[in-house]
């Protein structure tokens, strides 16, 4: 499953996402393979040998250009920004961003900037000396909320990803999925706008709302209570 998701996604969204998958699917995954019995853990890793080398001979073999061109995209976009050079298609742009952000953040630290927040931060990247003027999103919810809000934004946007984790230790009702979901959530939401469109917003709310009123739920069914 996880190498089929892998490749779905390699297709459909960003190496973000991809990343996000790979670090939630991981924590929900060894937590699993702690509990399972001897037996599961013998078939999953049986599985795992049989299955790697079929995929990579029919699937990755198929698509390692793709990869490889993916991979030196990644590397030299690491080498650009090293250099100052913020221009690329995908850590670079975003690294760029967030520094010029922190440039002007004497304009929006405290109080925000409202409605002019969008005309500001275009204002900032088409002046940028950075090369930035092509990159007109914002790629960071919380820097997004920050602009926006000023203190309040930020202090708001933390709290949601914070409330769930402060409950759970204050309940000592550790659930691990809720964990990899928030991992997952919090990596797309620092390389991207989801909690600022409108399509994904509600759907992000009503999980950390789910997470932080009914997390003892969540760990009632990890010890199969439920």
């Not at 001979?57 to 198929?62: A, E, L, Q, R, T």
């Not at 590397?75 to 650009?80: A, G, S, T």
Request: hydrophobic share 50%; proline share 1%; charged share 15%.
């Amino acid at each position: 499953m996880f190498l089929l998701l892998t490749i779905f996604l390699s297709f459909t969204v960003t190496k973000a996402g991809i990343l996000a998958f790979i670090l939630g699917f991981g924590i929900i995954n060894f937590y699993l393979l702690k509990h399972s019995s001897f037996r599961v853990r013998s078939a999953i890793l049986i599985g795992i040998v049989l299955l790697v080398p079929i995929f990579g001979i029919f699937v990755f073999d198929g698509l390692k250009e793709k990869y490889k061109e993916r991979t030196e995209e990644i590397k030299r976009e690491v080498e650009n920004v090293k250099r100052g050079v913020y221009a690329g298609g995908t850590i670079a742009p975003r690294i760029g961003f967030i520094r010029e952000s922190f440039i002007h953040v004497d304009e929006f630290g405290v109080w925000g900037l409202g409605i002019y927040a969008k005309h500001r931060v275009n204002q900032w990247l088409q002046s940028s000396k950075d090369g930035l003027g092509a990159f007109t999103n914002v790629h960071n919810s919380f820097i997004h909320y920050w602009i926006q809000g000023g203190v309040l934004g930020l202090a708001m946007i933390v709290f949601l990803f914070c409330a769930p984790l402060y409950r759970m230790l204050r309940t000592q009702k550790v659930s691990w999925l809720i964990c990899a979901l928030l991992v997952i959530i919090f990596v797309m939401n620092n390389t991207c706008i989801l909690l600022a469109l409108n399509n994904s917003r509600l759907m992000i709310l009503l999980l950390l709302g789910m997470f932080y009123f009914y997390g003892d739920v969540f760990w009632r069914l990890e010890k199969g209570d439920c």
